[in-house]
């Protein structure tokens, strides 16, 4: 007799019914060959037996496994596997447990790019968790935002709206982003010449796959924003850095490069750049904008951090000023109400926009459009507004307080410039200090460290002056014990 | 003197405070060339008499001005153009307005696939609109996902968390889901097996990215699931189409093809294969996988509609047997929870996913963890199992209440087959009815019209008894219209 008790495998403490338990062993037997096509199976009596199982749980998987053709039931007579089940070789018995499938790697080549950076994600947080310049979401409007959203869901006359313009962003959202660009950063454009994504990097990405082909090249800062980065990697595109000084992106060496090789594109963070948080100079952004214009390459202007500045108003974008629709202007929501609520832009051309959109689509179909016309009500309400303006003076407040605790506990450990702006402070270790001692700490998590600069990004934004002194006080420590040895 | 007045527009009702529409003008002014580098500017009392503003307002701007470098403020002496400024040609007048900057075109090369549809989305909802198979968002359990929601963004203590596994999906999502999957679909999975995506459709398009490069072939249905199709394309791999009849893809096709040509993998369906909702059977599947292991391909198991059955149980998925590895299991929870919200997975062998991850953190970064939690816990509890047996029911009764209209009313212009499972039925008009007249009638809209088959969708799920019968009526009318004239 066949085998069956070590077929089929029955594990009580499952949430998987044992009837479905038993159809699966089967079912696994027949597709791996132990049970050929028009084999006889045991009366549900005797199996019941054999496993131990009360008749009906077998009488139900018959039932299954007849209902889904595997096996045929020919009543008062026999049980037996289908006809029609093409005969394959019996694998070995340890093959037959399905948990092993997935255990398997993966063996058909893939096509990554060499280049990608292996950085592991945080699965634990550790005490002190130091972000590169996160807003503090327990100030955020999250709960407004909520409540217009439920309101949405719970009326049955708006719902079918939720499929309607999902993949470029509701048109509520794109009209009411419109006026909101236009008095926040000068942009004069339409709804058209909006795509709503689902954060800046989409936006990045997206431009990035219009923009490049392979061996086409792509100028980004150094030290630089590593995830736009692996975005243009992902086109085969070289990606040449140029260095970015206290003025920003060093355009003399962008205009060397650009006299002996084919620019495609540029890739910008005009305010605070990423991670050094210097601001792009007037003088550099009027070249870079003739530089555009005489070389013919597109601008990705990535305006992330625009809305926090503290002293005086921001520079307004170069999307803003006159130019040829070359400029993909790219910003988000995350800076604002956090990054979980993924709501980002892209303003460009409306034909640019058009092919993003078609990209897109292929790409993740679209957006939540309720979510997209709550943030559009709270633009609209001034709600928005008025908490940004309540976050910029609290943030301000702990970029100052920042300032102190550093100048107090740290003055003689680093060297920093504070920002204008922005959520993060950059700083740098003087030497001999180095920043791999508060890489390797089990209390202390920094997001962004660069071994290069040996420096770090300090995401002050997110942390209130209980939490900053804590942070603080333990990169002292941290140093101070490693280096008093 | 220098025509202040025509450089400088102002708007009064523009939300845009008058000190900041000077000085947009005034750096237009400068970027554009028409003030050059060192040019005085006119005292603040002056400027304010000629555009007939207060003088406090001047004042604003040129303070704004010289924050930002644009201009030099030498106090009690004169204002001027920053000498910094590089010497631009002046342009035309009419390109001052920077509001023609966006309405220009991109005209740089753009990297864009032939094949796009440019399918056009809906922006204005016509009196009945039929989907292709959305489940009705009135019955989602949105409400107990939002409340979650809410007690995780108002805990300050879990506030940090949000920044937590996020790429790859939060461990509790992914914890939780591997239970599920185990209990309702025999996978036996880890939470390392598992991505968190956007959807479907950013599983897909992933899988493709991994899988496929130029030249490259891979199989999927006809008539088939276009933006999956859209996905590859974008690889620029071939799409080679396998005919799809009533027992699903048609197998031999598709061996014939692998004898001759090298194939990289394959794009299924496996339950209600859209757009004509068969499923494939037993003996293609195994077969299927038969094929697979000989001729080295992977699948890309898209079991997007697995959840919704209503006779039996739903064949497990391929990717529960015994396997190498070589099988990316989709699914996503837009089927249960309503497209908006936009959460799906990849099930796939760690190394696949690690990979993916990395892709993906590229196109994206990552989700919404809060969500991604509250969704886990929705699970967890029980509650989703419960909504979905309830909503399991009412979409039965839909589907048997649209057989009984169907039959009714449009027996004599239609032939269709009705599904086991799933959101929608396949309708074909008979001869001479077209689907075209149905494509160009105000009142109705159908998301998905095959004109080679003469045939279309109607998402049943998402419409009350009364929606249902509105739809056929309508149907019933404008075919009986056209075809009495």
Redesign the interface.
Known sequence: MFPFEHIISIDKE???PVY?QIA?SI??A???GNLKAGMPLPGTRELAKTLGVHRKTVIAAYE?LN????ILIVPRKQVRV?E???T?KP?KWH??????????????P???SKK???QR?????PEV?I?DG?PD??LSP??EL?KI??SY??R?FT??????????GT?KLREELS?YL??TR?????AD?LLV???A??SI?LAA?????PGDIIISGKPGYP?AN??F??TKASVIEVPVDENGLDIHVLEKICKKKKI?AVYLIPHHHYPTTVTL???RR??L??LSNQY???IIEDDYDYDYHY???P??PL?????????IYIGSFSKIL?????IGFM??????I??A???R???????????QNALAELIRSGDLGRYLKKAKKCYHQRRDYLNILLQQHLRSYISFTLPDGGLAVWIQLKSPYSVNTLKTHSQLQI?RIDEEENAFRLGFA?MNEKELEDAVLLIKKILTNIYSK
Do not use: C
């Open positions: 499952k949430k998987l479905r699966i079912i696994n027949i597709r791996n299954e209902s889904q053709d595997w289908s029609h089940i093409p394959l694998q093959a037959q447990n399905s948990s092993v499938s997935y255990e398997n790697s993966f063996d058909l893939l096509h990554i990608d950076s292996s994600e945080l699965t634990v947080l968790f972000d996160h979401i327990r999250v709960d909520l959203y439920r869901t719970s049955s719902i079918k709206k939720s499929v309607v313009g999902t993949t470029q048109l006026r236009s008095v000068g942009l004069n454009i339409s010449n994504t689902h954060g990097q989409m990405y796959q219009l923009l490049l082909q995830i692996s975005a990697e992902k495609t100079s007037v003088e009027m070249k904008l003739e013919s390459f597109a002293s005086s108003s520079y307004l999307a803003s000023g006159t130019h040829k629709g070359n400029i956090g990054s979980s609520l993924r303003v460009a051309p409306k034909n640019f058009q092919e959109l078609i990209l689509k292929a790409i993740d179909v679209g957006g939540d459009g309720y979510m997001k997110s």
